[in-house]
């Protein structure tokens, strides 16, 4: 049922058996979840229980085709296809849950959480209109090599199978305490444009609103751009707020008309629709392994990545190889494999950058991109799991 439960409630009730289980089975007693600490559990738990502390809000707003705007995880149908997404997200046979991708990465100071966000369409100049207008451009791009007359074949432009964007969030550290840590970065994608904000005082750079610990993010309808949610620019549109609850809501569970907002300025949304976390590392990346396949169409080498790790109290310099991994998600409608997984995110002003450093090196990376000082560290405390 489609109610407004606090997320903390919901994370708490994961380790003292009140409501959904936690990733991996963890000896944590009540106490030390209230007070946010963390040093006895699992890699794995331990990722699942910062992603969720810090887990944005998301306002999704809804084109004419609302289903096509709703969050939900790429084997919504049950299976890792990536060419029968298109067709199957009208059957409602296939509830779409929501659920959100994440990783976390870990330094001495800082937080890097990743989260990814799946639409099995992006729709961008409506359902029929953008498929073929879609295939008109790949075909001419295909027929005359790479140039193309319109000037549209990229991202932006196309409506496409599948749908994967996100944003990086960075959160401060106080000791071990989660309650005390606190949002100070946050990058988004939209189409193939990363969009930088800070938590506090702007220097520059846009702002990002915060509800306690969770950042406030707007998803366009139709292609699903990620940026930083603003009251003021909504007017006129109808959304979908998600929030993290530990459980997976679909939102068509209940009546829509009542899980629908239509003025969060002047009237916050009454109901929410819960969202489940689910790591990338076991999903996503797992399936990138032997690509292509069934789920990725093409693979792209990435690595090695020179890192700083601290072992055993020192910091270290030391080589990662990420290695092949599938890049972009078989897609048959409208632009072909268009879709892509974190580590193959860009911003198209910065492809002199390194493939996949946002994804693989985000201390780096947010060091570069908000111009942050040498005292900003870029020591990682343990091996990412995606190192070979």
């Not at 306690?212 to 007017?235: C, M, T, W």
């Not at 979908?240 to 679909?250: N, P, Q, R, V």
């Not at 899980?259 to 489940?276: A, D, N, T």
């Not at 580590?343 to 493939?355: I, K, N, Q, S, T």
Request: net charge negative; glycine share 8%.
């Amino acid at each position: 049922m489609l109610i407004p439960i606090s997320p903390v409630i919901s994370i708490l009730a994961c380790f003292i058996g009140l409501g959904a289980a936690a990733p991996t089975a963890v000896d944590v007693g009540a106490p030390a979840a209230l007070r946010g600490e963390i040093q006895a559990q699992k890699p794995l738990a331990e990722d699942w229980l910062v992603a969720s502390t810090f887990a944005p809000h998301f306002y999704q707003a809804l084109g004419d085709k609302p289903r096509n705007d709703f969050i939900t995880n790429f084997d919504f149908d049950g299976d890792w296809r990536g060419d029968n997404n298109w067709a199957n997200a009208d059957d409602k046979r296939y509830p779409l849950k929501a659920y959100i991708y994440y990783s976390v990465t870990e330094t001495v100071s800082h937080f890097f959480i990743h989260y990814a966000v799946f639409h099995p369409r992006d729709y961008k100049g409506g359902e029929l209109k953008g498929t073929i207008l879609s295939d008109l451009i790949r075909l001419g791009v295909e027929r005359g090599g790479k140039y193309d007359p319109t000037g549209l074949a990229e991202e932006t432009a196309l409506a496409h199978e599948n749908d994967l964007e996100g944003c990086l969030v960075v959160v401060l550290k106080n000791g071990r305490d989660l309650t005390q840590a606190r949002v100070v970065y946050v990058e988004t994608l939209q189409h193939n444009t990363f969009s930088r904000y800070v938590a506090g005082e702007p220097h520059g750079f846009d702002r990002v609103k915060l509800d306690g610990q969770h950042s406030l993010l707007y998803i366009e309808p139709k292609g699903h751009g990620i940026k930083a949610f603003n009251f003021d620019r909504v007017e006129d549109k109808e959304f979908i707020l998600y929030k993290f609850t530990g459980t997976a809501e679909d939102p068509e569970a209940q009546d829509l008309e009542t899980v629908v907002c239509k003025e969060p300025l002047s009237k916050p949304c009454p109901i929410f629709v819960g969202y489940e976390l689910v790591a990338i590392s076991t999903t996503l990346w797992a399936k990138a392994q032997d690509a292509p396949n069934s789920t990725y169409a093409t693979s792209c080498d990435y690595g090695p990545f020179q890192m700083v790790l601290n072992q055993s109290g020192k910091a270290a310099g030391k080589k990662f190889n990420a290695g092949k991994a599938g890049c972009a998600f078989v897609g048959r409608v409208g632009g072909q494999n268009m879709a892509r997984p974190p580590w193959a995110w860009f911003d198209r002003r910065e492809r002199e950058r390194l493939p996949g450093r946002w994804f693989f090196d985000p201390a780096g990376t947010i060091k570069q991109n908000f111009r942050l000082g040498e005292r900003f560290s870029t020591t990682y405390l343990r091996n990412p799991f995606w190192a070979n």
